[in-house]
């Protein structure tokens, strides 16, 4: 069911980048109200849906902008409202900025849950991407992947090349683990790159109570210029660490803070989340592409069976050598380089309902992996400049799970993606067979390309 909150918090601070003041109100709204930001402090006081088509700007924080108005650093909040699976709520601000409070999540969560949530007497909307994939930034060697799974699981690796900072990792394996262990991390950078962000007008409410600032090398403060005014003035010269020796919650602390940050920015699609996401290095303008690209696949699998196919069974007769009553595809609807989406009509005069329980038909299990293996023997010969002329033969089929019957006059649609490139004709897929989005039959296949004599 769909979910507010019970009552209104306040919550009142200052804006990391901003530097302003800013009073704040969550308050609870009404069924398909959807998360919205409000500048009360601007003429006729405009709406922004925090939805990604408004997302304006991700420059170390995310922006969005609807209305001629805009509201930024708002990825700590959407992770809160996100973990509380909160659907419909309005946020009043009369400044520009979420207020940043100690750098983390911490005090939205704690105040969501102190005020309650209401449920409310309209079903939630429920979508499910059934394909994996994956965004990448080659700026800066950033990737995030996605696979389809019935919870919603993150994983996230950061990376910074820093002595001070190693590499770590943090994960989040199920929503009511959010207030303990990932909703206290804070927000961080580097002190070479304090100078930069004031000089570009950031972190102009920063202080060192709001964030983590990580020292790489001694460092005078003669050479610190505007930033000596954040210091305490006792101080001459900063050591390698972490600026005024202030404790971790935990030693992967950034890199929870990181998921916190892409927890939030996932909230933008506007929907509820199910899926595995793999992050290495996020950052907002990898974690913004991701969730475009997310909204991108729910409408694609939600719009799969209009239209004309890209491969009719014709069209498959060309490429694979399989005929009746041995062929099971009946169409391509979708073929990339690393994944395949097939359709099987299941029938009820399908040859096999004849002998396989008559009076109760089932289609066999072996035939759905055979169609799987089908479906993938497209996959494999995407590859090839001339797909008529090779032949794909099973080398393994693992991890085999039958979980619901496949009976007749269904459709039967079969999602494959790569494991792993295609290497010397080895073709490693993950499998999953659908009916009315609910997984039937799931594999792990393994087939290679031969080339006909």
Not at 106 to 132: A, C, M, S, V
Request: glycine share 6%.
């Amino acid at each position: 069911m769909q979910k507010t909150l019970k009552n209104k918090i306040e919550i009142n601070g200052v804006g990391l980048h901003t530097g302003v003041p800013v009073q704040m109100r969550l308050i609870p709204a009404n069924i398909d109200t959807g998360i919205r930001f409000r500048r009360v402090d601007l003429p006729k006081k405009p709406y922004i849906n925090a939805l990604i088509e408004n997302v304006n700007e991700t420059n170390r924080r995310t922006v969005i902008k609807e209305n001629n108005a805009s509201v930024e650093t708002i990825e700590h909040l959407l992770a809160s409202i996100l973990a509380a699976s909160i659907d419909n709520l309005i946020i009043e601000l009369n400044g520009p900025e979420v207020p940043i409070l100690d750098g983390s999540s911490k005090e939205f969560t704690e105040k969501i849950e102190k005020t309650g949530i209401l449920i409310q007497d309209k079903k939630k909307q429920e979508f499910e991407i059934l394909n994996y994939f994956k965004v990448e930034n080659q700026k800066d060697n950033s990737k995030i992947e996605f696979y389809p799974q019935k919870k919603l699981e993150l994983e996230v690796t950061i990376n910074y090349n820093s002595n001070v900072l190693q590499v770590q990792k943090a994960k989040l394996e199920k929503l009511s683990d959010f207030k303990e262990h990932i909703s206290p991390a804070r927000t961080f950078c580097f002190l070479h790159e304090l100078d930069h962000l004031m000089n570009h007008h950031l972190i102009q409410g920063g202080n060192i109570n709001n964030g983590i600032v990580f020292i790489e090398k001694t460092t005078s403060l003669k050479h610190l210029g505007e930033l000596q005014k954040l210091l305490p003035n006792d101080i001459n010269e900063l050591k390698p660490g972490i600026l005024n020796g202030k404790k971790l919650i935990s030693e992967n602390e950034q890199a929870k803070h990181k998921l916190l940050d892409l927890l939030g920015d996932i909230k933008l699609a506007g929907f509820d989340i199910k899926g595995k996401i793999i992050a290495h290095k996020p950052g907002h303008t990898i974690n913004a592409l991701f969730t475009k690209e997310l909204k991108k696949q729910l409408l694609k699998n939600r719009n799969i069976m209009e239209g004309k196919p890209l491969m009719n069974i014709q069209d498959i007769k060309k490429i694979l050598p399989h005929r009746e009553p041995f062929l099971f595809i009946d169409e391509i609807r979708e073929l990339e380089d690393n994944y395949v989406t097939g359709v099987k009509y299941v029938d009820r005069d399908e040859y096999y309902f004849k002998g396989h329980f008559p009076n109760a038909p089932v289609m066999p299990g072996v035939l759905q992996i055979e169609a799987m293996a089908q479906t993938g023997g497209i996959l494999a010969l995407n590859s090839v400049p001339d797909p008529e002329n090779y032949l794909t033969y099973f080398m393994k089929i693992d991890k085999v799970k039958f979980k619901q019957k496949v009976e007749p006059n269904c459709i039967l649609i079969f999602k494959l993606h790569l494991l792993s490139p295609i290497r010397r004709g080895i073709c490693h897929m993950q499998a999953k067979a659908y009916v009315n989005n609910e997984i039937v039959t799931e594999a792990e296949l393994m087939a290679k390309i031969v080339k006909e004599k």
